[in-house]
T-cell receptor
Framework: GAGVSQSPRYKVAKRGQDVALRCDPI?????LFWYQQALGQGPEFLTY????????KSGLPSDRFFAERPEGSVSTLKIQRTQQEDSAVYLC?????????FGPGTRLTVT | AQSVTQLGSHVSVSEGALVLLRCNYS??????LFWYVQYPNQGLQLLLK??????LVKGINGFEAEFKKSETSFHLTKPSAHMSDAAEYFC????????????FGSGTRLSIRP
């Protein structure tokens, strides 16, 4: 079956613009995770959904970051008023707590 | 809080040589430990997973890892490196305080010399 997909794969935004990153999890997976991976670093947890409920958003770096999963399937990570420090690869994963399947990521570059 | 430390941000070996990538976890024994691999411009792929029980874990692509409680280590090995093994490798552990969170090490980039 299909894996986790993310779109767009690459996004260039001017500083101050809003962006929306989409994640399509594996069908039937109730858990969905977002991670941020800065250049040369390991992924860092942002937020977690179980179905449509956002159970943990402790990793979101500021109130400019917002995630939703309204119907318990597709999720969108939104970043408002992007800053240069937001430049990173944003990874989505679905699965269980102890086995997560990752998408290819969205590389965001803020200029 | 759980954490993992990967020693060596870059490891280079010759094709056919032993691969050894080091990972140490924080003092609390975790219920699970993972190694993930990331090829350029791709997402993370699970190589292997340790769960309580067997200390030697076999994964995909000929990799294996040994859990050593006395050394708080979970090093990744492969007897004979192949050019296709060139990638970034991450050791990871679930966070006790929240089962949803996985904590990743900073990664080790593996290069293979012909």
């Amino acid at each position: 079956g299909a894996g986790v997909s993310q779109s767009p794969r690459y996004k260039v935004a001017k500083r101050g613009q809003d962006v929306a990153l989409r994640c399509d999890p594996i069908s039937g997976h109730v858990s969905l995770f977002w991670y941020q991976q800065a250049l040369g670093q390991g992924p860092e947890f942002l937020t977690y959904f179980q179905n449509e409920a956002q159970l943990d958003k402790s990793g979101l770096p500021s109130d400019r970051f917002f995630a939703e999963r309204p119907e318990g399937s597709v999720s969108t990570l939104k970043i408002q008023r992007t800053q240069q420090e937001d430049s990173a690869v944003y990874l989505c994963a679905s699965g269980s707590s102890y086995e997560q399947y990752f998408g290819p990521g969205t590389r965001l570059t803020v200029t | 809080a759980q954490s993992v430390t990967q020693l060596g941000s870059h490891v280079s070996v010759s094709e056919g040589a032993l691969v050894l990538l080091r990972c140490n976890y924080s003092s609390s024994v975790p219920p699970y430990l993972f190694w993930y691999v990331q090829y350029p411009n791709q997402g993370l792929q699970l190589l292997l997973k340790y769960t309580t029980g067997a200390t030697l874990v076999k994964g995909i692509n000929g990799f294996e890892a040994e859990f050593k409680k006395s050394e708080t280590s979970f090093h990744l090995t492969k007897p004979s490196a192949h050019m296709s093994d060139a990638a970034e490798y991450f050791c990871a552990v679930p966070q006790y305080s929240s089962a949803s969170k996985i904590i990743f090490g900073s990664g080790t980039r593996l290069s293979i010399r012909p």
